[in-house]
């Protein structure tokens, strides 16, 4: 059986491991800083990994060979994140309604700095730091789905251009309401567009429809994320209706596509440098169906690559791809005839295909699904 590794991510949780062990065998620590104390003096280390850790240089020495050590890098992000980001996290330095604070934030630097090292940087230490970043936030995404039935993880794909004020945008806030309330993990790209109104309606989840509509009026102000204005009133609708319950939902955004800010309404999020990594893996956790509604070439591919996973059953089986939107997808953007057409001549296998145009329509399709 693989070796698991006991994941050990706050100096507290290390003291607290090493108290009750004299040998430590098989942990991960990450981002602990050994200097604080001699605890490390009474202790043994095998098979240990140490991330982005201060280590002092008599502990250094005593380490075993079968330990690995990857430093620290010198670079303006956290490369061993513990867990996914947040909204104050992310935005961390940035005033709200202060336009000029926003270059200071935490998500502006990293991306300036990325674009500075360019996004298929030459420089391998950035390369593996931005690697070693990303396998980190996989990491601390797999944590937190381990509390959720696979099943009930189910993700929206749409289009970034989708603006608030767009009939559709309520229409996606809504259905993503509904699954929060109903215990599903809803996720999407963590951008804007379809993908903050899936947020914001797990935001509003357990708020009434009424306040989920004044939230969008505000919202309103500022209709697409190239505003200037989309970010503040984004957080003045937080200010305004705190989350009602803990709920979760997650955001998984990227630095490749860092013009587009991420969602703050997304309750975790996930952002990643790789976008290859981020949408694959995106479409694999989401094993409990897509819904598809409008886009355009981004979300044509991302059609295509859930396809695939459900022909191959690569997860073991396949998941629904519910298109919402029946008129849109049927002749604007006629992927689902086309679908059809292929899944009758034998070209795609284990497709489970539905059409929905509102929440009751998304909640029988995944239904069904589930009862089959």
Known sequence: ????????????????????????????????????????????????????????PDMQEGLSCSCVVIPCFDVPFEVFPSALYTADTLYNGYIPHDASSYAGCYDA????????????????????????HDHSISDALHDLLEGYDERDIVAVMGGHSLLRTDECYL????????????????????????????????????????????AVQMLAVAPSYKDEAWLDTAFDVMRAYPRQVATHDIGVPTWFYGHEPATPFAAHIAKYFDNSIREDGLLAIAKGGVIFAPGSAGTMQEIFQDAAQNHYETFGYASPMIFLDTQYWAEQMPVYPFLQHLIERGKYRNLILSQAEDVEGVERALREWRNR
Not at 185 to 210: C, F, K, N, Q, W
């Open 1 to 56: 059986m693989p070796r698991r590794y006991i994941e050990i991510e706050s100096y507290d949780e290390y003291v607290a491991y090493a108290s009750q062990h004299a040998l430590l065998r098989y942990c991960a620590f990450q981002g602990i800083d050994f200097t604080l104390s001699s605890v490390y003096q009474s202790c043994t280390f095998e098979e240990c990994l140490f991330m982005g850790c201060r280590i002092p």
């Open 109 to 132: 630097r990293v991306y300036n700095h990325y674009l500075a090292q360019g996004k298929t940087t030459k420089n391998i230490r950035e390369s593996l730091a931005r690697t070693l």
């Open 171 to 214: 229409k996606v806030a809504r259905i993503a309401r509904r699954l929060t309330e109903q215990g599903a993990l809803v996720v999407s790209g963590g951008g804007p567009g379809a993908m903050e109104a899936t947020h914001l309606g797990a935001y509003m989840a357990h708020r009434s429809d009424d306040d989920l509509l004044k």
